[in-house]
Nanobody, 121 residues
């Protein structure tokens, strides 16, 4: 079973920043795309940002320019720096590991337990 250990999240006012981190084993981290999805109340889970093992990022249009995803190869960790947060960013954020062959729109892959991010206006 793939273990993804998430940390970070919390509550912040609009315009503030938060940082999420997700650690996994070297075997998983080295070969998989690592990313963050989010699910707001009453909505489907959606991609926020994801990065290939080679370091190529993909961002949702809604977070482009505000969120930055990064991989720390020494720590087998993927992080999401979230700046200029908006109330509409409020969601449960899930870490995800997936082979490159799986579309980012696919629900397959390994998932973390989720961490709540709440942005108040």
């Amino acid at each position: 079973q793939v273990l993804l250990e998430e940390s970070g999240g919390g509550s912040v006012q609009a315009g503030g920043s938060l940082r999420l981190s997700c650690a996994t084993s070297e075997d998983i981290f080295r070969v998989n795309a690592m990313g963050w999805y989010r699910q707001a109340p009453g909505k489907q889970r959606e991609l926020a940002a994801i990065m290939t093992p080679g370091g190529t990022p993909t961002y949702a249009d809604s977070v482009q320019g505000r969120f930055t995803i990064s991989r720390d190869n020494a720590k087998n960790t993927v992080s999401l720096q979230m700046n200029s947060l908006k109330p509409e960013d409020t969601a449960v954020y899930y870490c995800n590991a997936r082979p490159l062959a799986i579309s980012y729109r696919d629900e397959r892959g390994a998932w973390g337990q989720g961490t709540q991010v709440t942005v108040s206006s």
